[in-house]
């Protein structure tokens, strides 16, 4: 009979004796109070320098007690439900301030989608205009030389008028000696003026190639595309100045290349191209393109008979 006393004796001694209920409240306490600071610092991060009145700053200063009073203000379980309905209250915000931000996201997503989709299908028509130049070429070299050569565009001092090639500027010959890029450049531009068409286109595919962030490049590439329909080659001058547009938008011979670009679809059969490529470039370039650049526009759509 003493053995099984003896070991129950051992096994109440050693069980884990149960919390009272002011133990249980204090743990209650630690683990609310832990969950409030996991949770404000997840609203520092996501709203940086928000309302104090909501989040807990990093460090604050000591608070001062207060002393005791003889009897509680509130009791303890009250006190813990004001501090979980603060934290639900909190949460609420949080999640609400979320998917403010996920609609916004949504919309900006779907603003880029569009944008992109206008573009896209813009440069699609006037891409397909410019290979459309190809199936109506003329034949004969005869008829090709017949078409008139574009005006030039007078806004454009390295552009003089092809049928009276004008010698560079001093200024951009001084900057040929110090810059190899200039003098590449320059050095297409003076075979164009002497009418060395595929000297100069070649000059001008290998400047584009090798300096494409050069600012000339612009320039060069709308040169190219000139050349192509002084020379009688429509369609490559289509492609030329499409491209002008396409890689380097923000070039300085990207709105003439669109009105060039009109010139040339105009003349070959393709009309309502001619009046897209006019368009685009009133569009995009016409709050700073020239004066003259713009009448010359005006009177292309008028000859294409531009809605």
């Known amino acids: 009979m003493r053995l099984p006393l003896m070991a129950a004796f051992l096994l109440?001694?050693?069980?884990?004796?149960?919390?009272?209920?002011?133990q249980a409240q204090d743990n209650l306490d630690g683990r609310v109070g832990k969950l409030e600071k996991e949770m404000r610092a997840v609203q520092?991060?996501?709203?940086?320098?928000?309302?104090?009145?909501?989040?807990?700053?990093?460090?604050?200063?000591?608070?001062?007690?207060?002393?005791?009073?003889?009897?509680?203000?509130?009791?303890?379980?009250?006190?813990?439900?004001?501090?979980?309905?603060?934290?639900?209250?909190?949460?609420?915000?949080?999640?609400?301030?979320?998917?403010?931000?996920?609609?916004k996201v949504r919309q900006l997503e779907e603003q880029m989608a569009k944008m992109k989709a206008d573009t896209d299908s813009?440069?699609?028509?006037?891409?397909?205009?410019?290979?459309g130049v190809a199936a109506g070429t003329p034949s004969t070299g005869a008829a090709v030389s017949s078409v008139a050569t574009p005006p030039p565009v007078v806004s454009t001092p390295a552009s003089p008028p092809p049928a009276a090639p004008a010698p560079a500027p001093a200024g951009d010959a001084a900057k040929a000696a110090d810059d190899?890029?200039?003098?590449?450049?320059?050095?297409?531009?003076k075979l164009w003026t002497e009418k060395k068409y595929p000297e100069a286109e070649a000059a001008l595919q290998q400047f584009v190639a090798k300096y494409p962030k050069h600012k000339r490049a612009s320039y060069a590439q709308n040169l190219l595309g000139r050349a192509y329909m002084d020379e009688g080659q429509p369609d490559k001058a289509a492609q030329a100045f499409f491209d002008s547009y396409k890689k380097f938008p923000r070039?300085?011979?990207a709105p003439d290349s669109l009105y060039f670009l009109g010139q040339t679809l105009a003349r070959y059969n393709q009309p309502a191209k001619a009046c897209d490529a006019y368009t685009e470039a009133m569009d995009v370039y016409g709050a700073t393109?020239?004066?003259?650049?713009?009448?010359?526009?005006?009177?292309?759509?008028?000859?294409?008979k531009c809605k």
């Open 122 to 131: 813009r440069l699609n028509m006037l891409q397909s205009g410019a290979a």
């Open 44 to 103: 520092r991060k996501v709203f940086p320098g928000a309302d104090s009145r909501f989040f807990e700053p990093e460090i604050t200063a000591p608070a001062q007690q207060a002393p005791a009073a003889g009897i509680p203000a509130t009791t303890p379980l009250s006190d813990l439900t004001e501090r979980v309905n603060a934290l639900e209250s909190s949460l609420q915000q949080l999640t609400g301030q979320v998917e403010q931000n996920s609609f």
């Open 289 to 304: 393109m020239s004066q003259s650049l713009k009448d010359r526009i005006a009177k292309g759509r008028v000859d294409a």
């Open 12 to 22: 109440l001694s050693t069980a884990p004796a149960a919390l009272s209920p002011l």
């Open 251 to 253: 070039g300085e011979r």
């Open 180 to 189: 190899p890029a200039e003098a590449a450049y320059m050095a297409g531009y």
